[in-house]
Protein backbone atom coordinates (compact mmCIF):
# COMPACT_ATOMS: atom_id res chain seq x y z
CA UNK A 1 0.00 0.00 0.00
CA UNK A 2 2.61 2.57 0.75
CA UNK A 3 4.24 1.96 -2.52
CA UNK A 4 1.26 2.67 -4.27
CA UNK A 5 0.99 5.94 -1.99
CA UNK A 6 4.80 6.94 -3.25
CA UNK A 7 4.35 5.73 -7.14
CA UNK A 8 1.21 8.02 -6.96
CA UNK A 9 3.05 10.81 -4.83
CA UNK A 10 5.71 11.18 -7.51
CA UNK A 11 3.67 10.98 -10.28
CA UNK A 12 1.73 14.05 -9.13
CA UNK A 13 5.26 15.82 -8.84
CA UNK A 14 5.73 15.13 -11.91
CA UNK A 15 2.41 16.29 -13.79
CA UNK A 16 2.77 19.20 -11.72
CA UNK A 17 6.19 20.42 -12.52
CA UNK A 18 5.60 19.75 -16.72
CA UNK A 19 2.31 21.31 -16.39
CA UNK A 20 3.49 24.04 -14.63
CA UNK A 21 6.10 24.52 -17.54
CA UNK A 22 3.54 24.18 -20.31
CA UNK A 23 1.04 26.57 -19.16
CA UNK A 24 3.74 29.26 -18.27
CA UNK A 25 2.43 32.65 -19.68
CA UNK A 26 4.11 34.30 -22.98
CA UNK A 27 3.53 38.12 -22.58
CA UNK A 28 4.11 40.73 -25.85
CA UNK A 29 7.41 42.72 -25.97
CA UNK A 30 6.70 46.43 -25.67
CA UNK A 31 4.51 47.71 -28.01
CA UNK A 32 6.22 49.80 -30.91
CA UNK A 33 3.16 52.73 -30.39
CA UNK A 34 2.65 53.24 -27.05
CA UNK A 35 -0.12 54.22 -25.04
CA UNK A 36 -0.43 57.63 -23.84
CA UNK A 37 -3.57 59.72 -21.95
CA UNK A 38 -4.18 63.58 -21.93
CA UNK A 39 -6.08 65.63 -19.88
CA UNK A 40 -8.57 68.98 -20.24
CA UNK A 41 -8.64 70.24 -17.12
CA UNK A 42 -9.36 74.63 -15.90
CA UNK A 43 -6.32 74.33 -13.49
CA UNK A 44 -4.27 71.51 -12.88
CA UNK A 45 -5.65 70.13 -9.59
CA UNK A 46 -9.72 70.64 -11.25
CA UNK A 47 -11.61 67.46 -12.28
CA UNK A 48 -10.87 66.80 -15.94
CA UNK A 49 -13.76 67.64 -18.33
CA UNK A 50 -12.15 65.87 -21.54
CA UNK A 51 -9.65 62.67 -21.38
CA UNK A 52 -8.24 61.25 -25.01
CA UNK A 53 -6.55 57.58 -25.16
CA UNK A 54 -4.43 56.93 -28.23
CA UNK A 55 -1.25 55.76 -29.35
CA UNK A 56 1.62 57.08 -30.23
CA UNK A 57 3.16 56.34 -33.60
CA UNK A 58 6.47 57.27 -34.66
CA UNK A 59 7.17 58.55 -38.08
CA UNK A 60 10.92 57.12 -37.97
CA UNK A 61 12.01 58.62 -41.47
CA UNK A 62 8.93 57.45 -42.81
CA UNK A 63 6.53 60.03 -44.08
CA UNK A 64 3.22 61.30 -42.69
CA UNK A 65 1.53 61.40 -45.54
CA UNK A 66 1.83 57.63 -46.02
CA UNK A 67 1.09 56.83 -42.80
CA UNK A 68 -2.04 59.00 -42.49
CA UNK A 69 -2.93 59.82 -46.06
CA UNK A 70 -4.69 62.92 -47.32
CA UNK A 71 -8.29 62.12 -47.66
CA UNK A 72 -8.91 59.09 -45.89
CA UNK A 73 -10.21 58.20 -42.70
CA UNK A 74 -7.29 58.19 -39.82
CA UNK A 75 -7.63 56.52 -36.43
CA UNK A 76 -5.92 59.76 -34.97
CA UNK A 77 -2.94 57.37 -33.61
CA UNK A 78 -1.89 53.74 -34.12
CA UNK A 79 -3.80 50.48 -33.01
CA UNK A 80 -7.02 51.35 -31.58
CA UNK A 81 -9.03 53.89 -32.45
CA UNK A 82 -8.39 56.53 -30.84
CA UNK A 83 -11.27 57.74 -27.75
CA UNK A 84 -12.01 60.57 -26.11
CA UNK A 85 -14.52 60.87 -23.46
CA UNK A 86 -16.08 64.47 -22.65
CA UNK A 87 -17.32 64.32 -18.94
CA UNK A 88 -19.58 66.80 -19.33
CA UNK A 89 -21.67 68.35 -21.99
CA UNK A 90 -19.15 71.12 -23.76
CA UNK A 91 -17.90 72.72 -27.17
CA UNK A 92 -15.58 71.11 -29.57
CA UNK A 93 -14.42 72.77 -32.51
CA UNK A 94 -17.51 75.35 -31.99
CA UNK A 95 -20.27 72.75 -32.37
CA UNK A 96 -21.97 70.98 -28.82
CA UNK A 97 -21.14 67.69 -27.99
CA UNK A 98 -22.79 66.14 -25.45
CA UNK A 99 -20.98 64.32 -22.42
CA UNK A 100 -19.70 60.57 -23.10
CA UNK A 101 -17.18 58.49 -25.23
CA UNK A 102 -16.62 58.89 -28.44
CA UNK A 103 -13.57 57.08 -30.89
CA UNK A 104 -12.26 60.12 -32.87
CA UNK A 105 -10.84 59.94 -35.95
CA UNK A 106 -9.58 62.60 -38.64
CA UNK A 107 -9.23 63.06 -42.39
CA UNK A 108 -6.17 64.76 -43.06
CA UNK A 109 -5.26 67.13 -45.50
CA UNK A 110 -2.69 69.63 -47.41
CA UNK A 111 -4.72 72.79 -45.93
CA UNK A 112 -7.17 71.23 -43.35
CA UNK A 113 -8.25 68.46 -41.26
CA UNK A 114 -11.60 67.03 -40.96
CA UNK A 115 -11.86 65.88 -37.18
CA UNK A 116 -14.72 63.25 -36.09
CA UNK A 117 -16.19 62.25 -32.96
CA UNK A 118 -17.96 58.87 -34.08
CA UNK A 119 -19.84 56.82 -31.17
CA UNK A 120 -18.14 53.07 -32.39
CA UNK A 121 -15.88 52.51 -29.38
CA UNK A 122 -13.50 49.78 -29.13
CA UNK A 123 -12.61 49.71 -32.86
CA UNK A 124 -9.36 48.91 -33.72
CA UNK A 125 -7.94 51.41 -36.03
CA UNK A 126 -10.44 52.85 -39.31
CA UNK A 127 -10.63 49.61 -40.68
CA UNK A 128 -14.72 49.38 -39.73
CA UNK A 129 -15.25 53.09 -39.68
CA UNK A 130 -18.97 54.40 -40.74
CA UNK A 131 -19.76 57.57 -41.34
CA UNK A 132 -23.42 57.02 -40.28
CA UNK A 133 -22.00 56.50 -36.89
CA UNK A 134 -20.76 60.18 -36.91
CA UNK A 135 -21.38 62.25 -33.79
CA UNK A 136 -20.16 65.51 -35.19
CA UNK A 137 -17.13 67.01 -37.96
CA UNK A 138 -15.41 70.15 -37.48
CA UNK A 139 -12.86 71.31 -40.58
CA UNK A 140 -9.73 72.88 -39.02
CA UNK A 141 -6.84 74.46 -40.67
CA UNK A 142 -3.16 72.43 -40.57
CA UNK A 143 -0.46 74.33 -40.04
CA UNK A 144 3.51 73.82 -39.80
CA UNK A 145 5.77 74.06 -37.08
CA UNK A 146 8.65 71.94 -35.30
CA UNK A 147 9.08 67.96 -36.34
CA UNK A 148 7.46 65.70 -34.14
CA UNK A 149 8.73 62.44 -34.04
CA UNK A 150 6.25 61.02 -32.19
CA UNK A 151 2.07 62.00 -32.73
CA UNK A 152 1.19 63.83 -29.44
CA UNK A 153 -1.80 65.37 -28.07
CA UNK A 154 -2.00 68.29 -25.50
CA UNK A 155 -4.38 70.59 -24.31
CA UNK A 156 -3.58 74.19 -23.72
CA UNK A 157 -4.94 77.10 -23.63
CA UNK A 158 -9.14 75.87 -24.75
CA UNK A 159 -7.45 73.91 -27.11
CA UNK A 160 -6.49 70.28 -28.44
CA UNK A 161 -3.33 70.74 -30.32
CA UNK A 162 -1.98 67.34 -32.25
CA UNK A 163 1.50 67.57 -33.35
CA UNK A 164 2.61 64.99 -36.17
CA UNK A 165 5.78 65.82 -38.33
CA UNK A 166 5.96 68.98 -38.79
CA UNK A 167 1.71 69.26 -38.99
CA UNK A 168 -0.10 70.63 -36.45
CA UNK A 169 -3.59 70.56 -35.42
CA UNK A 170 -5.45 72.82 -33.40
CA UNK A 171 -9.24 72.35 -31.77
CA UNK A 172 -11.02 74.56 -29.77
CA UNK A 173 -12.77 73.26 -27.07
CA UNK A 174 -15.06 75.20 -23.99
CA UNK A 175 -17.33 74.52 -21.72
Do not use: C
Not at 79 to 92: H, L
Not at 93 to 114: C, D, H, N, Q, R
Amino acid sequence: MKKITLLTTIALVFGMLFSINTNAQKFASVDKSPLDITYYRAERTAPPMIKVIYSRPQLNGRELSKLAPAGKVWRTGANEATEIKFFQDMTFGGKPVKAGTYSLFAIPGEKEWTIILNKDLDVWGAFSYKEANDVLRVTVPATTGEAVDDFSIVFENNTMHMAWGTTRVAVPVSK
